[in-house]
């Protein structure tokens, strides 16, 4: 049987965050491991909070989020925001796409949250929004559709 998703990727509490989730590949050999395991925390059924602290190597030589590293969180948030809101994915989704509007430069030294909302939800596609937060305010916007996976992995 080949694996799932729901196999590959941890969700188990965060020792560290009561009422938080760990959400991330449990092996660190994708680009997922560049983020470290998100922490996520459920915020309603159609609503969750996905964070991150940010790392040097995600940083421009300003010391700032570079704008690359914000893109890549936003979409990977946007599959562990879907556990957070009650979404359990056994097969292997994709981003359709993934619209992004940057609003202030994010900051390389503190945690960068996601805040990811489920606006719809088809039999095949998931559609989402949100916002991506630091203690100074708003950093990005973005909006994503995600097309929902079947058992096996896509093939090369």
Known sequence: MKPTTLDLFRWEPDPANPGWMLWGPRENAQFNSL????????????????????QPLLTSIS???????IAGFIDIALFA???????????F?????????????????????????????????VFLRGTVEQSFGTVAAFMATIRKGSAAPPQA
């Not at 983020?35 to 909070?49: F, I, K, N, Q």
């Open 93 to 125: 989704a994709s981003t359709i796409d993934l619209s992004i509007q940057y609003a202030a430069p994010g900051s390389g030294d503190e945690p960068m949250d996601a805040i990811v909302e489920l606006t719809r939800e088809t039999r095949r596609m």
């Open 35 to 54: 983020y470290g395991p998100l922490s996520v925390l459920s915020e309603g059924p159609a609503r969750a909070r996905v964070r991150f602290t940010p």
């Open 81 to 91: 925001g879907l556990r957070g809101c009650g979404v359990e994915q056994g097969g």
């Open 63 to 69: 010391g700032a989020m570079h704008g690359g590293a």
